[in-house]
């Protein structure tokens, strides 16, 4: 199977999707726990919920492997961006509700977290990279989207039921502050969804590693809450109907983000 599945478009805006993938190699999978089979912390269905947006020429890259393989947004080294708190890893070890992923004593060591790298990570990474320098080249500016949803309470992560919509970028840093305004602007559009701007997810890796407005290279994340989309909880199920609630505010995100032009 590819690594990362890659749809070449013709503006420059990229929609990167590091969670959505769903396959554990049979190698790997034979090395943990049950509570992997389950996929349970995968960003669901978020290539179908967007797929309306190929109409406006965006460039999509995602993921095919689960996050439990290798983390795409977690920094290589494995530092931490949210130093203590409760984070999983670059290999996570451990699922949101805490499960553990492998037997006792058997978590990955450093030999195989360096071989995922190689094989999994720095191929999805090069491709990012790789996309946003030539539409910067072209363009004069290019803008990532990276593009997240999780269950709306996670105990392990925050307080309380999540905001419907949550923008990160990185506190202002990542993207030029008048194309967050205006992203900010048209998640709230209608008031029909409630949102954070850079509260407790203020954007993972890629959003503060490839997010250099002062090089004309602007990044945001949506953390998007699983509730406004499909069921959270086993077989988390896709909701059409609440899909079709959600799906024109993301629609009118993507659109300003398509439509802005840095000062």
Known sequence: MEIYEFTLGTIPLVMSIPHVGEYIPPDTEAQMTSAAAEIGDTD?????????????????????HSRYVIDLNRAPDNVSLYPGQN?????????????????????PEDAEIAR???????????????????????FGYAILFDCHSIKSVVPRFFDGRLPDFNLGTAAGKSCAIDLRDKLSEALSGDGRYTLAVDGRFKGGYITRQYGDPNNNIHA?????????????????AWREDLANQVKPSLIRMLEVAADWRPA
């Open 44 to 64: 669901w269905y978020l290539d179908r919920l967007y797929k309306d947006s190929a109409t406006l020429g965006l460039h999509v890259l995602k993921a095919t």
């Open 87 to 107: 984070v999983t890893e670059l290999v996570p070890t451990s699922t949101f509700a805490e499960a553990p992923l492998y037997p006792a004593g058997q978590n």
């Open 116 to 138: 995922r790298l190689e094989i999994f990570w720095h191929p999805y990474h090069t491709r990012l990279r790789e996309t946003l320098t030539e539409l910067k080249d072209k």
């Open 220 to 236: 945001f994340q949506l953390e998007l809450s699983t509730a406004t989309y499909m069921d959270e909880e086993p077989a988390f």
